[in-house]
């Protein structure tokens, strides 16, 4: 279940396998929503985006779906490797400023 | 190209001391945002700014303050300072202000408190 503070969710998964982190946003009317990486001691690094009218984005080794019915963002990394390791944010918005879902670690086990 | 540059790095200041804190955006950006983050929890807004002017402001007290320079950079000002202020401080850098579009994040500014 989800943790506060100190403790974020995390995600454990071998090198090589599909990674698929999770974020269910809170606002109905936001119609853009960014995935940023954040590894320690940086900023947020953008990943990949998706407009509200779009229910699945491609990129390089990552998609992102979008269910509005239910209010809930994935993030889809294929092959995932030991640089992916991090805490991956989902960022909603209604065109006003970014509201940050509270993270995810993804953890690479080799 | 430079990204999104913030100074300094790192800082530590005492109960009741004031802060500021620089952010020059990505080259041809117009418009700056302010987060803060907690460890172990996602940024909050503080504030937006676009061609100088403040054009959002997050659920923060008012010894939080910024402003944007004719070139864009910006400064955000934080006045008696509190352990609780302690905390990443993160900038972002968009092309406009408008729907869809990306904001860039700074490396972030480490205040301790204390």
């Known amino acids: 279940g989800e943790s506060v503070g100190l403790h974020l969710p995390t995600l454990s998964v071998q090198e090589g396998d599909n990674s698929i982190i999770n974020c269910a946003y809170s606002?109905?009317?936001?119609?853009?929503f960014i995935w940023y990486k954040q590894e320690s001691g940086k900023g947020p690094q953008f990943i990949i985006d998706?407009?509200?009218?779009?229910d699945k984005r491609q990129g390089q080794r990552v998609t992102v779906l979008l269910n509005k019915t239910v209010k809930h963002l994935s993030l889809q990394i294929a092959a995932t490797q030991p640089g992916d390791s991090a805490v991956y944010f989902c960022?909603?918005?209604?065109?006003?400023?970014?509201?940050f879902g509270p993270g995810t670690r993804l953890s690479v086990l080799p | 190209d430079a990204g999104v540059t913030q100074s300094p790095t790192h800082l530590i200041k005492t109960r009741g001391q004031h802060v500021t804190l620089r952010c020059s955006p990505i080259?041809?950006?117009?418009?700056v945002s302010w987060y803060q983050q907690v460890l172990g929890q996602g940024p909050q807004f503080i504030f937006q700014y676009y061609e100088k002017e403040e054009r959002g402001r997050g659920n923060f007290p008012d010894r939080f303050s910024a402003r944007q320079f004719p070139n864009y950079s910006s400064e955000l000002n934080v006045n008696a300072l509190l352990l609780g202020d302690s905390a990443l401080y993160l900038c972002a850098s968009s092309l406009y202000y408008r729907r869809y579009t990306e904001a860039f994040f700074g490396q972030g500014t480490r205040l301790t408190v204390v």
């Open positions: 960022a909603e918005t209604n065109g006003q400023n970014f509201v």
């Open positions: 998706i407009r509200s009218n779009m």
């Open positions: 080259s041809g950006h117009k418009s």
């Open positions: 606002n109905s009317a936001s119609d853009y």
